[in-house]
């Protein structure tokens, strides 16, 4: 676990975010929330925080773009914080897939986790891996925070055996080969199983024709390519992602689309149908644009996450993409003013009225 101790004192001034001045030796008592509800576009009581909060702001694990983006987020965020503000960073997420589910069980306030997760949860009668559909307890402040995609990596090694160079062609002629895919409740084993539908054929399918699936960690599939234990992986990274970088750094390998048909496929499953340019994923091997598909992380949050916390987080994470830029380059495609598209039937009130305020919303 790993926690974030707010230490600054008078840049909370410089922001203009914390309703205390120079002389104060102690900050004033917020007034209750309910006694102020019609705060005007440009009030500078908006978004204000006087008292020391402590949130809670769960991550994947630290070879992850997920923990860059929290500790990033988390940062700025103490940056605003009154002083004496916490906020806990532990790799506890249990993944992109089912990390909602943390959030509406009290687990965390915060999270960065997939949009298309929240939405599946939302719409599925039975949720996501069979943990209950979601009908409230959790709300979105800031979406689109980048556009990761279905990756498909092959070994080089396993194409000059096979001759095989797609995952098509994998599935029409049987070819064995040794997958290895994140654990259960990451959105990449997700995405793993989902272009497995989209091809018409289960997992049994894939080992009855002498393959086998091994999930592991992101570390650990890297060591098993490298080792030549590995010949195909299937994820769903965001651009740089640091353990891929390694992985193809160590090990010669090819990142493959896939064909108009299954990106339809799963298109129709909310994925967003994208042409992956050469190169801009930063992974050795990304030669030639491709076909595939993608969808963004967004910052998540309680439902009862107070309003003005809320206001202040999301307009904190939107004022502030040169540092989000600096910590990933993946997160160059975040648009702040589309921060409220997506999930916008559980946009936050607090986040509501950021957006409203800078006409981002109408």
């Not at 102020?36 to 909060?53: C, Q, R, Y």
């Not at 090819?254 to 340019?277: F, H, P, Q, R, S």
């Amino acid at each position: 676990m790993r926690k974030v101790i707010a230490s600054i004192l008078v840049v909370l001034l410089v922001f203009g975010l914390v309703g205390c001045n120079s002389n104060s030796s102690a900050p004033e008592t917020k007034e209750p929330a309910q006694e102020e509800p019609n705060i005007e576009p440009g009030d500078e009581k908006a978004g204000e925080i006087k008292d020391p909060v402590d949130l809670m702001f769960i991550s994947m694990a630290s070879t992850t773009a997920i923990y860059t983006y929290s500790t990033t987020i988390a940062n700025m965020l103490l940056d605003v914080l009154p002083p004496g503000s916490t906020i806990d960073v532990p790799e506890t997420s249990p993944g992109g897939l089912t990390a909602q589910y943390s959030v509406i069980n009290g687990d965390t306030d915060l999270v960065v986790m997939n949009g298309i997760s929240v939405r599946w949860s939302m719409e599925n009668e039975n949720g996501v891996m069979d943990l209950g559909k979601v009908t409230g307890g959790v709300s979105s402040l800031v979406n689109g925070l980048d556009m990761p995609h279905i990756t498909i990596l092959f070994s080089k090694a396993f194409i000059d055996k096979t001759n095989c160079t797609s995952i098509e062609d994998l599935v029409k002629n049987k070819v064995p080969a040794n997958f290895y895919v994140k654990q259960k409740g990451n959105l990449g084993e997700g995405a793993f199983m989902q272009v497995l539908e989209a091809l018409n054929v289960t997992e049994d399918d894939l080992i009855s024709w002498g393959c086998t699936v091994t999930r592991d960690t992101a570390a650990n599939i890297g060591t098993a390519f490298q080792d030549g234990l590995a010949d195909v992986t299937i994820d769903h990274l965001p651009n740089g992602q640091a353990a891929t970088v390694q992985l193809t750094t160590n090990t010669e390998c090819k990142i493959v689309g896939m064909a108009e048909e299954t990106a339809n496929a799963l298109a129709e499953k909310g994925w967003t149908k994208d042409i992956w340019k050469a190169g801009a994923s930063k992974f050795i091997g990304h030669d030639e644009d491709i076909l595939t598909v993608g969808a963004p992380n967004c910052l998540i949050a309680r439902s009862d996450l107070d309003e003005d916390l809320a206001y202040l987080i999301t307009k904190t994470v939107c004022e502030n993409k040169d540092k989000l830029v600096a910590a990933s380059a993946a997160l160059e495609v975040f648009q702040p003013e589309k921060g409220g598209e997506i999930l916008t039937e559980i946009l936050h009130p607090g986040a509501l009225r950021y957006y409203k305020e800078m006409g981002y919303i109408k």
